[in-house]
C-alpha cells in the first residue's frame, strides 16, 4: 500500500523538548488527493496446465463469502471454481477436470467459449456461454451457489460474446422483484432478451429475443439494469477497418420486461481505440474499448439513523470505456462518464488512470456496490513497463459523495508483471470484476506466476484473482488521527462526533477533555498547540443494528469494562461472538477488554481500551481497516483541501496562515460540521441526557492552563502530570511504526500515563496477528525515590507502640534492573523505647535491599523485598543485620504511587549490647523519574 504524508512548519514552538516531541512524527511529505485502496496476496484460481483468460467473476449477494468464476481454457468446456471464503481458497465444481460444459453429463450444453456470469439476489447463479459450435447462447442456472447446474435458456444464431446480468428492481419499470437479462451479438447486431424472477429457482420464461434498433455492426456489448427495472445495453460501433475512431452506442429499453423494445440508440461518446486495435501488450488479439455499464442501486434499504435517503445518486448509470490519445499511438487511458437520465444524455469524460506515461490502459471492468453506490473499476495497466508490453492489474475505487466521482489513490493490485505470449488469445477480450459488501474482486489472465502455483511458471496464463477493498483509518491516543487518505493530523475537540461515514456505515466517536498540567508543542500537520483530549467511547451503525462501546451511562466509569449494547440493550460479548445479521458481526480481539466489529460491506473496526486508573476514565484506540467510507473527520482530503470535506462536500480549503484562522477552521468550522444532534447520534445515554452533555464548546484551548472544570464521566477532576522524554520514549520502543510510535511518546510524555503504549502495543499485536505477551516493565533503568514515616516497636511488647519520641522515617532510592525487579537503598532513622523509661534506643540505618514485585508498574501490587544492613545504634553499638518485610503499592498519579509495607528486622550485637529486635510498619510516597 502507498501511503503518503503531509510536512508543515509549526507555527509557533514551546522549547526544545516540546520540538523534540513533534519532530518524533515528521516524517511527513506530500498529501494525496485520494482515499487508499488495500490488496491482498494474489490467489492463482485454476492451478492448471494450458492457458486460461476471458474471465468472469460474480459474487452471492445472500452470502459474501461466496464466489464462482468461469473462464476460457485450453481444453474442452470452461474453467469453473467457487469459493466460500471471499476468495482465500479455491474449490471445484468438478474436481477431476476443474471444467464444466466439456461434454460431461448434468454440467450443460459443451462450450466453445465466452463465459459471463450473474448472481441475484435470491440466490440464483446463472452462466452464460457460447456453445461449442457457437450457434447458440447458452445460460444454465444454479440454485446451490454452483456446485450443480441445469440448462435454463438457449438463444440460437450466429453469436458472439453474450453477456448476463441480473438485478433487484422496483419502480415503473419493474413487473417483478428481481429481473435477468442477457445481450449478445448475432449476425452483426446486438440481441437482447429478459426474466422475471420471483424467487430461488423462480425464473419465468425469457421474453421474445429483440434486435436493438440501430445496432448493425456494433458489438462487444454490455448491459445494465436500473433499478427502476429500466434496461440499458452498450456497444461499440466498428468501421470497415476496425481501427479508431469509433462511436459507443448506447440503447435504453424504458419499461424493462414490459411489451415495448429498445429505443432508438445514442452515441454516449466516440473513442480513437477501434474494435480491432493492436497495441505492444496484446499485437495478436488487439483490443476494443471494451465498453462496460454500472448502475447506482444503493437504494437507502440499509440507510443510517438520520440519513434515510439512498446513495446521493441512486439511479445513476456509469460507462466505462478505453480512449487512445491519438490513432494507433497505443498511449491508451480509461475513461468514465456517467448518465442521470438513464442514458439518454452524458457527462463529460473523467480519465480513471492517474499515470503520466504514454503507455497502455485496456481491458477496463466497472462494478458497483449494491450497499453504497461506490463503483470500482479495475483494468490492465502497462505504465511500469519500459516497452509497454508488460501489464499489471490495476483497480480503483470511488464514492458517490460529490457532484462527480473522485476515486481513491490508486495502485496495482497483481503481485507480478504479465507478458502476453505473443499468440492465441493473449489476454483475451475482456477480464472480470464481482464487487459487493466493500470487497471488490478482479479476476485476470496471468503470466507472472507471483503465486509460484503455475504448473506452465510463465509460459501460459492462469486465472488470477485478488481482494480489493478502502485503506486504513485511525483515531488514537490523545486522539492522533490518520484519515482514509494517509495524512496524519491531531484533533483534540471535545464532543461527539462522525469520525467515519459511507459505503453503508457510520462510525462515532465520543472525544472528552483533560487536564494537563503539561501544555503539548505544535502539531506537525496543522501547526497548532493546544490542550488535549481521549476517545472514551465508540458508536456504530451496522447494517440495520447501532452498536455502543461505552462506560457506564450513570455518569460514573466501571474500571471493570466497558459496556457493550446493541439496539440500546445490555449484551456480554462471549467467546463465540455476535452475529449481528446482514453480514455484521462482533468478536472480542487478543487485547483485555478488545472488540473488533466487521460490516456488511466488509469493514473491520478494532476498539483497544485502556483504563487510567489516577483519571478515572477509559480511553480508546479506534481502527477501521479496509474501508471504503470517505466521509467524516477520518474521511478523504477534499480537493485542494488541507482537511476533509464538510457534510455537503464543501472544500476548507488551503490551510491557513495565521493560526487564529486555523485553528477556527479546525476546532470551529470543521469539528462544528461534523458534531452529532440529538437526531443523529448513535450513542446510548442515561435518562435526562443527551449528546449536549458530552459537548464542550471551546476546547481545546490554544494556551495553557490546560484545566477543565467541567467532566461528563462525573470523575475527579484529577491534572495529569508529565513524564520525561526520554522515559517516554524508552515506554514506547516497542511500537516498531514511526508515525504511531510517535503517537505514543506525545501521549506517555504529557499525562504521565504508561498505559498508552500498552494500547498502542495491543493494536500493533492484533494487526500483525501477534500475541499480547505480558507487557514488560516499561521503564527498565528508571529511578524512583520514596519517602516513608511509621512506627517501630519492640517484637512482643505493642504496648508503648505510639509513644512519644517513637517514630520511624527514611528516605527509599530505587533502581529499577529488570521487569517487576529492583534494587533499593534505605536510608534510615528509628527511634523507641526498649524499656519504657528505662533504655531510649535511636538507630541510624543503611540498608540494601533486593525487591520483587507481582505486577507491572501502574497497577496494585504487592511485593517482597530482602537484603543486608549497617546499623549505628545508640548508644556505642554498631552492628550488621538482615531485614526482610512484605508491602503493597497502588498508583495515586501518572508517576506517584502509594506504598504500605511491614519490616521485621534482627540487628546482631557486637558483645557490648545484648540482641535487639525490632519490627516496623510504615507508609509512604514512591515518585518515578
Not at 488514537?476 to 471535545?494: E, I, K, N, W
Not at 457510520?506 to 483530549?533: D, H, K
Not at 458530552?694 to 462525573?714: N, Q
Not at 523505647?833 to 541510624?844: C, Q, R, Y
Amino acid at each position: 500500500m502507498h501511503q503518503n504524508i503531509l510536512v508543515s512548519t509549526p507555527g509557533r514552538t514551546a522549547g526544545s523538548v516540546l520540538v523534540a516531541i513533534a519532530l518524533l512524527g515528521l516524517a511527513l511529505t506530500a498529501a494525496p488527493a485520494r482515499a487508499q485502496i488495500t490488496d491482498g496476496p494474489d490467489v492463482n484460481t485454476s492451478r492448471k496446465a494450458g492457458a486460461d483468460s476471458e474471465c468472469a467473476i460474480a459474487k452471492n449477494p445472500t452470502n459474501k463469502l461466496e464466489l464462482f468464476a468461469a473462464c476460457n481454457t485450453a481444453t474442452a468446456g470452461l474453467f469453473a471454481a467457487r469459493s466460500t471464503d471471499l476468495g482465500n481458497t479455491w474449490t471445484y465444481p468438478d474436481a477431476t477436470d476443474r471444467t464444466l460444459a466439456d461434454g460431461d453429463p448434468g454440467q450443460g450444453p459443451a462450450a466453445c467459449c465466452d463465459p459471463t456470469l450473474a448472481w441475484d439476489t435470491f440466490g440464483n447463479l446463472y452462466l452464460g456461454y457460447l456453445d461449442a459450435a457457437i450457434n447458440n447462447v447458452v445460460v444454465l442456472l444454479s440454485t446451490d451457489s454452483g456446485l450443480t447446474f441445469n440448462t435454463l435458456a438457449t438463444f440460437p444464431g450466429s453469436v458472439d460474446q453474450p453477456t448476463v446480468v441480473a438485478a433487484a428492481t422496483a419502480g415503473a419499470a419493474a413487473t417483478s422483484p428481481v429481473a435477468v437479462w442477457v445481450v449478445w451479438n448475432q449476425s452483426g447486431t446486438m440481441r437482447a432478451s429478459g426474466a422475471a424472477v420471483t424467487g430461488l429457482g423462480a425464473v419465468g420464461a425469457f421474453n421474445p429475443v429483440q434486435t436493438v434498433p440501430g445496432t448493425l455492426n456494433c458489438t462487444f456489448g454490455d448491459v445494465a439494469i436500473a433499478p427502476s427495472g429500466v434496461v440499458v445495453q452498450a456497444c461499440q460501433d466498428g468501421n470497415p477497418s476496425f481501427t479508431g475512431p469509433t462511436n459507443i452506442l448506447i440503447s435504453t429499453d424504458a419499461d424493462g420486461l414490459g411489451p415495448g423494445n429498445f429505443g432508438a440508440s445514442v452515441v454516449a461518446t466516440t473513442t480513437n481505440v477501434g474494435t480491432f486495435d493492436a497495441i505492444p501488450a496484446q499485437a495478436s488479439r488487439t483490443i476494443d474499448a471494451e465498453a462496460g455499464l454500472a448502475y447506482d442501486s444503493f437504494d437507502g434499504s440499509l440507510a443510517l439513523p438520520g440519513f434515510p435517503g439512498p446513495s446521493p445518486h441512486f439511479g445513476r448509470l456509469y460507462l466505462v470505456y478505453t480512449e487512445e490519445t491519438a490513432l494507433e499511438n497505443n498511449d491508451t487511458d480509461i475513461m468514465l462518464r456517467f448518465s442521470d437520465d438513464d442514458g439518454a444524455t452524458w457527462s463529460a469524460p473523467i480519465q480513471v488512470n492517474n499515470d503520466a506515461t504514454a503507455r497502455s490502459q485496456f481491458l477496463p471492468r466497472i462494478a458497483s456496490n449494491t450497499l453504497s453506490g461506490n463503483i470500482a473499476v479495475c483494468w490492465h495497466d502497462a505504465r511500469n513497463s519500459a516497452t509497454n508490453t508488460a501489464m499489471q492489474e490495476y483497480c480503483a475505487m470511488a464514492t458517490p459523495a460529490g457532484a462527480t466521482p473522485v476515486f481513491f489513490d490508486q495502485q496495482p493490485v497483481s503481485d507480478g508483471s504479465s507478458t502476453s505470449t505473443g499468440s492465441g488469445v493473449e489476454f483475451g477480450d475482456y477480464s472480470g470484476l464481482a464487487y459487493f459488501q466493500g470487497r471488490a474482486h478482479p479476476i485476470w489472465a496471468d503470466t507472472s506466476n507471483s503465486t509460484g502455483d503455475n504448473p506452465n511458471g510463465t509460459a501460459n496464463f492462469d486465472a488470477t484473482t485478488d481482494r480489493v477493498s478502502g485503506g486504513a483509518a485511525t483515531s488514537s491516543g490523545d486522539p492522533h488521527l490518520t484519515t482514509v487518505d494517509g495524512v496524519h493530523y491531531d484533533f483534540q475537540s471535545a464532543g461527539e462526533l462522525v469520525s467515519l461515514r459511507g459505503d453503508g456505515l457510520e462510525i462515532q466517536t465520543r472525544q472528552t477533555a483533560i487536564a494537563t498540567s503539561f501544555f503539548p508543542g505544535p502539531n506537525p500537520y496543522t501547526g497548532l498547540a493546544t490542550c488535549a483530549s481521549l476517545n472514551t467511547a465508540v458508536a456504530a451503525q451496522v447494517g440495520p443494528r447501532r452498536v455502543t462501546y461505552q462506560p457506564n451511562i450513570n455518569g460514573v466509569p466501571d474500571p471493570s469494562g466497558l459496556q457493550l449494547r446493541i439496539d440500546g440493550t445490555l449484551t456480554t460479548l462471549g467467546a463465540a461472538g455476535i452475529d449481528l445479521g446482514s453480514g455484521g458481526r462482533i468478536d472480542k480481539t487478543a487485547a483485555d477488554g478488545g472488540i473488533e466489529i466487521e460490516f456488511p460491506n466488509g469493514t473491520r473496526l478494532v476498539v483497544t481500551p485502556g483504563w487510567w486508573a489516577s483519571q478515572g476514565k477509559w480511553y480508546l484506540n479506534v481502527n477501521a481497516y479496509d474501508t471504503t467510507a470517505s466521509e467524516g473527520i477520518l474521511g478523504a482530503l477534499a480537493p485542494g483541501s488541507w482537511l476533509p470535506a464538510l457534510p455537503d462536500g464543501t472544500s476548507l480549503g488551503p490551510r491557513p496562515s495565521p493560526l487564529p484562522a486555523r485553528y477556527t477552521a479546525l476546532y470551529q468550522t470543521f469539528a462544528d460540521a461534523w458534531r452529532v444532534t440529538d437526531a443523529t447520534s448513535l450513542f446510548d445515554y442515561a435518562p435526562g441526557t443527551s449528546t449536549g452533555d458530552f459537548t464542550l464548546l471551546g476546547w481545546p484551548r490554544d494556551s495553557a492552563p490546560c484545566e477543565v472544570a467541567w467532566d461528563p464521566d462525573g470523575t475527579p477532576g484529577v491534572v495529569a502530570k508529565p513524564l520525561d522524554l526520554e522515559i517516554a520514549q524508552r515506554v514506547c520502543e516497542r511500537i516498531e511504526d514511526a508515525n504511531r510510535r510517535a503517537n505514543c511518546v506525545f501521549d506517555v510524555r504529557v499525562t504521565g500515563e504508561r498505559g498508552f503504549a500498552d494500547t498502542y502495543f495491543a493494536t500493533q499485536q492484533i494487526e500483525v496477528g501477534g500475541e499480547l505477551p505480558p507487557r514488560p516493565e516499561p521503564i527498565l533503568g528508571s529511578w524512583a525515590v520514596s519517602l516513608h514515616l511509621g512506627y517501630p516497636f519492640p517484637l512482643g511488647d505493642f504496648e508503648d507502640l505510639g509513644a512519644e519520641g517513637t517514630y520511624a522515617a527514611a528516605i527509599d532510592l530505587e533502581w529499577r534492573f529488570a521487569p517487576q525487579r529492583s534494587l533499593e537503598l534505605v536510608l534510615g532513622r528509628y527511634a523507641f523505647e526498649i524499656d519504657p523509661g528505662a533504655i531510649d534506643v535511636d538507630i541510624d540505618g543503611l540498608s540494601l535491599y533486593y525487591k520483587a514485585y507481582n505486577a507491572p508498574a501502574g497497577s496494585p501490587r504487592l511485593f517482597w523485598q530482602l537484603g543486608p544492613g549497617l546499623f549505628d545504634v545508640q548508644p556505642g553499638l554498631s552492628t550488621e543485620g538482615i531485614s526482610a518485610g512484605v508491602g503493597w503499592q497502588t498508583p495515586i498519579g501518572s508517576n506517584l504511587e502509594l506504598e504500605a509495607a511491614g519490616l521485621l528486622f534482627h540487628l546482631f550485637s557486637t558483645g557490648a549490647q545484648d540482641d535487639i529486635d525490632f519490627a516496623l510498619t510504615q507508609v509512604g510516597l514512591k515518585w518515578t523519574f
